[in-house]
C-alpha cells in the first residue's frame, strides 16, 4: 500500500509533543533494559484523532527509533505514514489497535517482554502485592490467556473484555502491558511494574516467610498512588519523574527528538 509522509514543518506542536515523547519512551525501554529485539511495541494515539497511533517501524531497535519516523497507522491496518518504508509489526497491530479502538481515555499503550515480566506472567500467581511498588496495582491488574502469537484480529474482543477499565494487564506466559493517559503515565507503571516484578521473584527465590500486608493497607496504597497520578494527568501538576527522565535522555541520547 503506498503512504505519504508528512512533512515535520507541518505537524501541530500536540503532533511533535506525541511523536517527541514517544521516542523518548522508546530509548527508556531500551536503556532500562526492557526492550526485546525488535518486538514488543509503544504506541500512541495521534492528537486530534479518534481511529489513528503512532507505533515504531517494524526492524528498528527501540534504541533508533526517533520522533520523525514513527509510523501512523489506522485502527483497520492502513498505514498512512511510514517515512522509512519498514511497515509495522502485524502482532503489534492487533493488540494495540484493540485497546485504542476501545479505550478512547487511554492515549499510550506500551508492551514488554522483560525476563522478569515474562516469568511473573508465567505464574499462577500472577502479580502479588508484596511491596510499595507492586502495591500500586492492588486490585487493578487484569489477566489474559495466552492465544499464540497476537495474529489472529479475532482475539481483540477478548483481550478489550479482560482489560475492562484497568490500564494494567499482564498477557499470561507472554509479558506485560500498561496504558496511559500520556506517554508518561503508561512509561511510569510499567517501570514499577517491571520493579516489582524483579521484587517479586527475589522473594520467592529467598525461600523466607513472607511479610504480608493487609487487603485494607493495599488498597488505600494503590489509591494513594492513583490520586498522584491524577493530580499530573487532569489537574495538570508538574510530573517531576518523567522531566527527570527525559533530562538523562538529552544526555545519553540527544538525537531521540530529531
Not at 524483579?198 to 513472607?210: R, T
Request: proline share 3%; net charge negative; aromatic share 6%.
Amino acid at each position: 500500500m503506498m503512504t505519504t509522509h508528512v512533512k515535520p514543518d507541518t505537524l501541530t506542536d500536540a503532533n511533535k509533543q506525541a511523536r517527541a515523547d514517544l521516542a523518548a519512551a522508546y530509548r527508556l525501554i531500551h536503556r532500562l533494559g526492557m526492550d526485546d529485539s525488535i518486538y514488543t511495541h509503544i504506541s500512541v494515539r495521534l492528537p486530534g484523532t479518534h481511529d489513528r497511533f503512532l507505533i515504531n517501524p517494524y526492524g528498528m531497535r527501540f534504541e533508533e527509533v526517533t520522533a520523525s519516523n514513527l509510523v501512523t497507522v489506522d485502527i483497520e491496518g492502513n498505514v498512512t505514514d511510514d517515512p522509512l518504508g519498514l511497515g509495522i509489526n502485524p502482532a503489534g497491530f492487533t493488540i494495540h489497535s484493540a485497546i485504542h479502538m476501545a479505550r478512547p481515555d487511554v492515549a499510550c499503550v506500551l508492551h514488554t517482554h522483560t525476563v522478569a515480566g515474562v516469568a511473573v506472567s508465567s505464574l499462577k500467581c500472577g502479580l502479588l502485592p508484596l511491596n510499595q511498588w507492586s502495591l500500586q496495582f492492588a486490585g487493578r491488574v487484569a489477566y489474559h490467556d495466552f492465544e499464540g502469537i497476537a495474529l489472529d484480529l479475532d482475539e481483540r474482543s477478548r483481550l478489550i473484555k479482560d482489560l475492562g477499565d484497568k490500564n494494567v494487564l499482564v498477557l499470561r506466559n507472554h509479558g506485560l502491558l500498561t496504558c496511559g493517559r500520556s506517554v508518561a503515565e503508561a512509561f511510569k507503571l510499567m517501570h514499577n511494574l517491571e520493579r516489582s516484578c524483579k521484587a517479586q521473584l527475589a522473594i520467592q527465590a529467598s525461600g523466607a516467610e513472607i511479610n504480608t500486608v493487609s487487603d485494607n493497607i493495599a488498597r488505600h496504597t494503590a489509591e494513594q498512588y492513583a490520586k498522584f497520578s491524577d493530580r499530573i494527568e487532569t489537574e495538570g501538576r508538574p510530573d517531576s519523574e518523567w522531566a527527570a527522565f527525559k533530562r538523562m535522555l538529552d544526555k545519553s541520547d540527544p538525537d531521540y527528538a530529531n
